[in-house]
């Protein structure tokens, strides 16, 4: 089994991307003592020596998915900023997202299915009576094409050949960018609140997470309360 996740600081500032350079050590170590096979995909540092503002990592081996779901959510840091010394705020927070693997496209000859068919004008009269049109079809992903542009059978076929190409690589940089949007999307949604771990200190040690929904009974009550009076 392999996940693919990636951990972002989002628009946080240099003390989130700390918080990621962090994270991304805890999970290397934690995968490796649980012999996970772990790629790092990407990374970008950050602004600030040692921060990481996103990085991306695979994660194979036998127990990756439940790995794997025990880290994506919101990851709360509780520390003073070692950049803004003054700074009172004293809570962080980076989100970890799962990534869905992009489909491969790449091709060879094997992949590519053609078909004869029967060339045919306006009001449906035939050009010629042999069938020189071709379609070619993408097994594994079912897209295809047809050329009828000449009355070549050969010469379609090398033209269908070039627009499936074209097609699939279409198909491809629109795939691409929609990876991309999507990891856009995910800087730009950390949720604040209920952290899946909880660290603190220089020495980021894990603190238990509390699942307790004692406060938002309470604070559920008061707002009942103001809202009847």
């Not at 991309?180 to 220089?202: A, C, D, M």
Request: aromatic fraction near 6%; charged fraction near 25%; charge should be positive.
């Amino acid at each position: 089994m392999e996940k693919i996740i990636q951990i972002t600081a989002g628009r946080g500032p240099a003390e989130c991307t700390w918080v990621v350079a962090q994270v991304l050590k805890k999970i290397l170590d934690e995968a490796q003592e649980q012999d996970l096979e772990t790629t790092l995909l990407q990374r970008e540092v950050g602004e600030e020596n040692g921060t990481v503002e996103t990085a991306t990592i695979a994660i194979k081996g036998k127990n990756a998915g439940q790995f794997a779901d025990s880290w994506i959510g919101t990851i709360q840091w509780i520390g003073e900023s070692q950049f803004r010394k003054m700074h009172k705020r004293k809570n962080w927070f980076i989100g970890i997202f799962e990534i869905q693997p992009q489909k491969n496209t790449s091709i060879s000859e094997s992949d590519i299915q053609y078909q004869a068919m029967r060339s045919s004008g306006a009001g449906g009269q035939h050009v010629n009576k042999v069938s020189s049109a071709i379609r070619a079809t993408h097994i594994p992903t079912g897209i295809a094409v047809v050329s009828m542009d000449s009355r070549s059978q050969h010469q379609n076929k090398k033209l269908a050949t070039e627009r499936l190409l074209k097609k699939l690589e279409d198909e491809t940089l629109q795939q691409l960018k929609n990876h991309v949007g999507k990891q856009w999307e995910n800087q730009l949604n950390i949720q604040r609140g209920n952290p899946v771990r909880v660290f603190s200190g220089t020495d980021f040690k894990k603190n238990k997470v509390e699942k307790s929904y004692k406060g938002d009974r309470q604070k559920l009550k008061i707002d009942l309360r103001n809202e009847n009076n």
